[in-house]
């Protein structure tokens, strides 16, 4: 795996309403289509109207704009993993995606549904499953934690599901929020409510209400 790291320039970015929108400093991919195509330019604002800006649009798929996978790779397979200078507090996450809408003989690239996965070097803090992102837009979207997640070093983006292509998938560019972010999509590992057994004596009590309701029906 290509390990890339970047230079402070796009490491720390303030825009309005947030408290701190930041970028990665290193980014690496499970494969990458060329030197052009490489998991870095997911993290250096290359395409977007407004670097560091959650509400910038992002160009069509050019050369030097986008994270593609290599020839002869399964899409489904593709991973791509950001990191930070130390640890870091996360709230949320903007991803802008794939834009192949424009290649008209090989289009569809955009994955649908991933996994996201935030680490403390090999340790997992937290996992998502099976999140939902829509292809065909030129917009980021926005995804947040149900609490502020502390001492992240890196977050690992893993593709389960694409458009429609067999061989490429890819990305355009991310934001990270060290704040939790208003009207986004919410990703949450709050458990499910257990169900509690009922007593012997309410089973008995249950059944026996049961029975007075039959025998009222039958008198009818």
Do not use: C
Request: glycine letters at 8%.
């Amino acid at each position: 795996m290509k390990k890339v790291i970047l230079s402070g320039l796009f490491a720390i970015l303030a825009t309005t309403g947030h408290a701190a929108t930041f970028s990665a400093t290193g980014a690496s991919a499970s494969s990458e289509f060329s030197l052009q195509y490489v998991a870095e330019n997911t993290i250096d604002g290359s395409g977007l109207s407004a670097p560091g800006d959650p509400g910038a649009s992002h160009a069509d798929y050019a050369v030097n704009n986008h994270w593609t996978t290599a020839r002869n790779t399964v899409a489904e397979d593709a991973s791509i993993e950001w990191s930070f200078a130390g640890p870091s507090d996360l709230g949320g996450i903007y991803i802008w995606n794939h834009r192949s809408n424009v290649i008209s003989s090989n289009d569809g690239y955009e994955p649908v549904l991933f996994d996201l996965t935030l680490l403390n070097g090999t340790t997992v803090i937290e996992s998502f499953d099976d999140v939902a992102l829509s292809p065909d837009t030129d917009k980021a979207q926005a995804f947040t934690f149900d609490a502020v997640v502390s001492n992240v070093t890196s977050v690992l983006f893993e593709v389960e599901a694409v458009q429609s292509s067999n061989n490429y998938t890819g990305l355009a560019e991310v934001l990270f929020d060290d704040a939790l972010i208003a009207g986004a999509t919410l990703l949450s590992n709050a458990p499910s409510p257990t169900p509690v057994p009922l007593p012997a004596g309410g089973l008995l009590l249950l059944s026996g209400v049961a029975g007075i309701a039959a025998m009222r029906r039958k008198r009818r």
